[in-house]
């Protein structure tokens, strides 16, 4: 294995020679990513099952199908997303025209964490490769083998020299970070993203933080109690709890508490069966230290079901927690865990209160039939992005840029979104030389005054 400098030296020249920005390059790069990918598939489902017992449903539904979406879709609008854009001029700029090139920065390096350790490395690397990026990829260590088949599916499509994955830790990500890259891509928790910027910033390198954080889920009075309460358990309880935009915590109204909670519990038992701890689709904590944080919140406020947990296999089941208050521990961090904490309002302005009173969360839901509802909360809470009448959804639309705000984050991609965060716009004036209007300059006849 050749040494971190080295690669990115391989890369620099490579990128330098022009070769990544043919538009023709690009597509047959994603289309080779595409057939690794398909190519891999039986070995990505076995590696993301033994890292985090992934079902394949799951795997194939949230990691390797939405890639693959994202690259089709790339596919379909690269043509016309990489031409250069025609602006208007004002008319002080008559004779000229404006346009905006869009050119890829040059090597980047894309972090990726644990929790959907495929999908969250390789969607920014189809931005990356769209724009006609060289491309550094850390995968996490804390899931190996996913990490391991990974690097086999870019060293089977790519040379080094333009896409390659590093393995390793925290050191690796240290000295690659200590490394000069013309733009960083990271996905993963706050206190890193700080390391990330504080690196990035020794280089002037511009970032893409993609980050995590406490995200509310509001049900309100006049909400579809059946179906609030089917969606958060899917979008809460899936990958056990381990997504960025996981529901973190619920703000149920008082007059409805009782009755979403009986239909919460009617969700979960649909979704994972009476003993979701047997059921073998079920999906564990990544790791012990991560089992241990979640098992200690177990003891706040009062369980009102779930609270079974398996050291062995590190899975805690799907457990809603009622009599909280936010100055219980499960309240003071993300929680990233099959968890779920209940609070109640009786105005809607004291959820809305609460929420603000949080650092930007990465995402908010909210349930309620009434326009007027889903305007005040738009209006007066700040999130990176969300849903109205359900969980997660919006990050599968490509049409929409997903990214967070705040302590949750900085830029965004998916879809237009990923190519745009890959890609510096140049904005270029081109002058005519047919004539020469003269009030610019000075000592002219109409031209400014001197002073
Ligand atoms: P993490 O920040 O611990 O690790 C992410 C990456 O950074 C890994 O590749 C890791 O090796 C590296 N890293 C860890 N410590 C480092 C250090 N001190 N210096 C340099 N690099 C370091 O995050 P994680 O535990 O893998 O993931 C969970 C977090 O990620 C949660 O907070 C979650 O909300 C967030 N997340 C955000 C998104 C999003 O799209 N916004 C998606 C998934 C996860």
Request: glycine share 10%.
């Amino acid at each position: 294995m050749e040494s971190h400098g080295r690669i990115i030296e391989k890369q620099q020249s490579y990128f330098t020679s022009g070769a990544t920005k043919e538009l023709s390059y690009r597509i047959d790069a994603l289309h080779r990513l595409k057939a690794g990918i398909k190519g891999h598939e039986r070995q990505l489902l076995n590696a993301l099952k033994s890292d985090l017992n992934k079902s394949e449903f799951e795997a194939y539904s949230t990691e390797i199908g939405i890639v693959l979406e994202e690259i089709g879709f790339t596919l379909k609008h690269l043509r016309a997303w990489a031409k250069p854009r025609k602006v208007k001029t004002p008319i002080t700029h008559f004779g000229t025209k404006g346009f905006i090139y869009s050119e890829p920065y040059g090597v980047s390096l894309i972090l990726a964490p644990w929790n959907y350790p495929f999908q969250l490395a390789v969607a920014p690397l189809v931005g990356a490769i769209a724009a006609g990026n060289c491309a550094v990829l850390k995968p996490s260590e804390l899931t190996p083998r996913t990490s391991e088949t990974i690097s086999e599916i870019i060293r089977a499509s790519f040379q080094e020299e333009y896409v390659s994955v590093i393995q390793g830790g925290i050191e690796t990500s240290e000295a690659l970070l200590k490394e000069k890259f013309d733009y960083i891509f990271f996905t993963g928790s706050v206190p890193v993203g700080k390391i990330v910027m504080e690196a990035a910033a020794r280089h002037l390198t511009p970032v893409t933080l993609e980050l995590g954080g406490k995200s509310p889920c509001i049900v309100h009075e006049d909400a579809n109690l059946k179906l609030a309460a089917k969606r958060i358990a899917w979008g809460k309880f899936m990958n056990a709890g381990q997504t960025c935009v996981a529901p973190d915590y619920i703000y149920v109204h008082q007059s409805v508490k009782d009755r979403f909670l009986s239909e919460l519990r009617d969700a979960v038992k649909e979704l994972y069966g009476e003993r979701p701890l047997l059921n073998p689709g079920y999906t564990r904590v990544v790791s012990r230290r991560h089992f241990d944080r979640l098992e200690a919140f177990l003891g706040n406020g009062t369980t009102l079901f779930g609270g079974g947990t398996d050291k062995e296999n590190l899975t805690i089941e799907p457990t809603v927690l009622e009599d909280i208050g936010w100055e219980h521990p499960v309240m003071k961090e993300e929680i990233f865990g099959p968890i779920l904490p209940v609070l109640r309002y009786q105005h809607l302005s004291e959820a809305a209160y609460g929420i603000r009173n949080q650092p930007g969360p990465l995402a908010l839901y909210l349930f309620t039939e009434s326009k007027s509802v889903q305007e005040e909360v738009l209006k007066s809470v700040s999130f990176g992005g969300g849903c109205i009448n359900d969980t997660v959804y919006h990050i599968v639309s490509p049409y929409l840029p997903f990214g967070g705000v705040g302590n949750s984050g900085m830029g965004a991609y998916h879809g237009q979104a990923g190519f745009d965060t890959f890609s510096h716009r140049k904005s270029v004036l081109k002058q005519t030389t047919r004539f020469d209007l003269p009030f610019r300059y000075p000592n002219r006849k109409n031209g400014l005054k001197q002073i």
